[in-house]
């Protein structure tokens, strides 16, 4: 027995030494594989497109140029009421439902109207830069589209203010925009360059609450897991340099072999929750777009 013991040492070394090289070179094949599934699986999801919110451009303006129409001073006492309820008959001629009136859109208007008078300007847009937009914002009306008609002149009665409005193609096109639900209206008397005169604001809206917005939580826990697949992107890099410029002989070698392949398995998995993050905003997306467009 004693003259076999060298022998039976010398086939357990070459065994022993076999199956190290076996499960080496598994875990290469391993490695080179889940390197080639990285790198098909950072192009997919850097081609997948998060879509984007329709912000300002999807929401619009309608400012006909202003109307100065003259008339002689009078007695007459000109109502908002009786404006608004002028301007629902209209809209009712034309198989229109009715303007609601809104009290944001009205401080609006009655802001605009008193700021002509005290600076002596008739135009949309104030010797400050604030358009009709940025006007009924500043009340608290965020609006999907909005609209104002302006007119200044002295006039019987409200009909012939709304009837001028109504003469003219683009104050017109105001009044029976088949989107606008909402209204604010100021009617005031004062001097304009020396003259007595009415001038009377119309705000139009279509308020932005009437769509439901993508949740912004979502979003930022997609930029979140973007930034952290960066991060892992860099570490998978720099591990896999590691690797390449280690002896495969290195008795630290398997080990990194097994942390690359946790990086890469980590990176798979933040992307693919990621994707369905995506995928759940820009359905979100889409019916807020669609919605904005009155489809």
């Known amino acids: 027995m004693g003259k076999f013991k060298p022998i039976i040492i010398l086939i357990l070394m070459v065994a022993i030494f076999s199956v ?35 912000a300002e451009a999807g929401r619009e303006i309608f400012t006909p140029s202003p109307l100065k129409i003259g008339g002689e001073s009078n007695n007459a006492v000109l109502l908002k009421s009786k404006i608004i309820e002028e301007t629902n008959l209209q809209r009712k001629e034309n198989n229109l439902p009715p303007l609601i009136e809104n009290e944001q859109l009205s401080h609006a208007s009655s802001a605009k109207a008193s700021d002509m008078f005290l600076k002596q300007y008739f135009e949309h847009v104030s010797p400050s830069g604030a358009d009709p937009g940025s006007l009924v914002k500043s009340f608290g009306y965020d609006y999907i589209i909005t609209g104002e008609n302006l007119i200044l002149g002295n006039f019987k009665n409200e009909r012939e203010v709304v009837s001028n409005w109504m003469a003219s193609p683009g104050h017109r096109a105001n009044i029976l925009n088949n989107r606008y639900t909402e209204i604010g209206v100021s009617i005031i008397k004062g001097t304009y360059e020396g003259q007595t005169v009415w001038i009377g604001v119309q705000e139009f809206g279509l308020p932005l609450s009437l769509c439901s917005q993508p949740n912004e939580s979502l979003k930022n826990n997609i930029d979140y897991n973007k930034t952290e697949l960066d991060n892992l992107s860099l570490q998978i890099d720099a591990k896999k340099e590691e690797i390449n410029s280690t002896n495969s002989k290195s008795a630290h070698y398997s080990q990194m072999i097994d942390d690359y392949n946790r990086l890469v ?15 759940q905003y820009n359905n979100e997306v889409n019916n807020f777009n669609q919605c904005v467009a009155g489809k």
């Open 20 to 54: 190290g090289i076996y499960f080496r070179q598994d875990a290469l094949k391993f490695f080179n594989v889940a390197g080639d599934e990285l790198s098909k699986q950072a192009q997919n999801f850097q081609h997948t497109d998060i879509g984007s919110v329709v």
């Open 265 to 279: 398995e980590n990176y798979n998995l933040l992307a693919d929750q990621t994707k369905q993050l995506i995928s």
